[in-house]
């Protein structure tokens, strides 16, 4: 997390070995964190949803615009949701496996929508794919990411 927070000081020759390697170690990292068997609680809890409705006016809004964010991106990459310290929520899409982490986000919940995490169950169909990611995130994990940036 240290390198790809500051990437720029990581030699030039090493930068895009960097990027990709350690980039997809995080993010696959975060990605079995926040995400597990169906779970009964559907959305998020406490100050992560007063956080989230306050940013996006509703969990239905977010819902929708990183389904949206997940959909538009070509090829490979992530959607994400993500935090500064300050709280502020916000939600994007990276290419590859660039982290939200080299632009000073902070990841709490990362979808990864390479065909390779996919095309086994659901072939070409993304949408599919992206919607049941819905049924299975761990918001008890995404909550925990979230009190953590804030806390500090």
Do not use: C, K
């Not at 994400?80 to 080299?102: I, K």
């Not at 949408?127 to 953590?148: G, I, P």
Request: proline letters at 5%; aromatic letters at 12%; glycine letters at 8%.
């Amino acid at each position: 997390e240290e390198l790809l927070s500051n990437l720029p000081a990581v030699p030039e020759a090493l930068r895009t070995v960097v990027r990709n390697q350690v980039g997809g170690h995080v993010n696959h990292s975060l990605w079995w964190q926040v995400i597990g068997p169906r779970s009964r609680r559907s959305m998020p809890t406490g100050p992560l949803a007063v956080a989230v409705d306050q940013a996006f006016g509703s969990f239905e809004a977010l819902q929708t615009r990183f389904t949206a964010l997940a959909m538009r991106r070509f090829g490979s990459g992530w959607a994400w949701l993500v935090t500064r310290s300050s709280g502020r929520l916000e939600v994007l899409s990276t290419a590859n496996q660039d982290s939200p982490l080299s632009e000073g986000w902070t990841p709490l919940l990362g979808l990864d929508v390479w065909e390779h995490a996919y095309y086994l169950q659901y072939q070409e169909r993304r949408a599919d794919y992206v919607t049941a990611f819905w049924q299975v995130v761990n918001w008890r994990q995404v909550e925990s990411n979230y009190v953590l940036t804030t806390s500090g």
